[in-house]
């Protein structure tokens, strides 16, 4: 046993279907699917050709479990969890719920990863609230830059706690208490953190919070989260679904149309949020990360990325956010004069894998990543190096 819950977790390879020659240092752009969450899926994909075998107490037990699996993650009770398809569609859920006006202020952060831009471009229009987007602080500092902004008139700040362009870090507790200190609402897209780095809605509390499923918390496409803080669950849908009424598990009574909803967040479900094969999918992911626990795979990715950031400056001079600025697990390499426009190209041609968000590389490995992976990286980065 490890003498500290935050000691660094063995590698997990095995885990996961990639070939030994594949470097796939990407996981901020799409995780592999663990063998046993495939598996899971496949499985509920054949369930669907024997609808026989499927009761409707299905529709809610995987779903529940899943649920309290990521309520578990962030530190939520399992009531204030809803399933959103998509961050847009979680923030569509929030956008409907928080009202603006004119003298008021909307705030995120420049560069910010679109599904959590546009809702509130969006918002400001219909209400006339100004739209703020902080500028990228030349100090990498975004937690004092965000908090310069945030004052009597803001309504809403929606932001990330990790930059997903280069890991950038903002302190959401500290934002937290700002936002609560002049009234305004918290929006967080925490789909770059969540399963990788600790989130407490418990500290920060965030009004909403949105997460994608298929990147760190290593589930399948289409399957995401949205908390809502209980003083928001009595908020109105943006869609009108059957399963989210209260009673919704008496199949015939369904005609007996009722004005009640189900409990806590569920108001908010996408509609056939039961999906047999995804859901089974999440569930396996989001057990396997329950069992290595969040604590540990931060630490585990930290030390990666801190060895991969060094590396990179000592023998290039790549410079990438100062460690005490960087959410840990996360990690942007920026090379001098820009990162050139074939360099993911030429890595790919020699498998390895990353990507570039504005201005800087990503190299986010994870559990399956090997010491022969990053070797392979620098062998492929000292053959453009000057890119
Ligand atoms: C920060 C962040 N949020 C959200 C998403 C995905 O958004 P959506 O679920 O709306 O497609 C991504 C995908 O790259 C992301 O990086």
């Known amino acids: ?39 899971a899926g496949e499985q509920g994909v054949r369930r669907k050709g024997r609808p026989w075998t499927i009761a409707p107490a299905d529709f809610f037990t995987a779903s529940e479990t899943v649920r309290q699996l990521f309520a578990g993650l962030i530190n939520a009770n399992t009531d204030d969890i809803a399933f959103a398809p998509a961050v847009s569609y979680g923030m569509a859920q929030a956008a409907h719920n928080i009202r603006l006006s004119r003298s008021q202020t909307v705030i995120t952060l420049a560069e910010q990863f ?6 509130w471009m969006d918002l400001a229009e219909r209400t006339g609230a100004k739209f703020i987007s902080v500028a990228r602080p ?30 950038g870090l903002v302190d959401l507790v500290a934002v937290g208490e700002a936002c609560r200190r002049v009234g305004a609402a918290l929006c967080v897209d925490a789909t770059q953190s969540v399963g990788a780095m600790p989130l407490d809605v418990k500290r920060i509390d965030p009004d909403f919070v949105a997460v994608a ?44 149309y009722v004005t009640e909803f189900q409990h806590g967040a569920r108001r908010f ?25 969040v604590p540990r795979i931060f630490e585990t990715l930290r030390l990666r990325t801190q060895a991969i950031a060094e ?65 392979k990286l620098f062998g492929v980065l000292r053959t453009v190096r000057g890119a």
């Open 269 to 293: 479900d996408v509609g056939e949020r039961s999906n047999f094969a995804l859901m089974p999918a999440a569930e396996a992911s989001l057990r396997l990360i329950a069992e290595w626990t």
């Open 1 to 39: 046993m490890p003498s500290n819950l935050s000691d660094p977790l063995p590698n997990q390879r095995h885990l996961f279907d990639i070939p030994d020659d594949v470097a796939f240092l990407n996981c901020a752009y799409i995780s592999p699917l663990p063998k046993a969450s495939m598996a």
């Open 213 to 256: 499923s298929y990147k760190w918390l290593l589930g399948p496409y289409s399957l995401g989260f949205l908390y809502v803080a209980p003083r928001r669950q009595g908020g109105r849908p943006i869609e009108h679904n059957w399963i989210a009424r209260r009673d919704s598990e008496n199949f015939a009574g369904l005609v007996n």
């Open 138 to 167: 030349a100090d990498d500092d975004w937690t004092a830059a965000l908090l310069s902004r945030i004052d009597a008139s803001t309504g809403l700040v929606a932001v990330p706690n990790c930059h997903w362009t280069d890991g």
């Open 311 to 375: 590396r990179a400056r000592a023998e290039f001079g790549i410079e990438s956010v100062p460690a005490d600025r960087r959410a840990g697990h996360y990690l942007g390499l920026r090379f001098r004069g820009g990162v050139s426009a074939d360099l993911p190209a030429r890595l790919a041609a020699s498998n390895v894998f990353v990507s570039v968000r504005g201005q800087a590389m990503r190299v986010t490995p994870h559990l399956w990543t090997t010491d022969a992976d990053v070797e």
């Open 114 to 119: 679109p599904s959590n831009v546009y809702p």
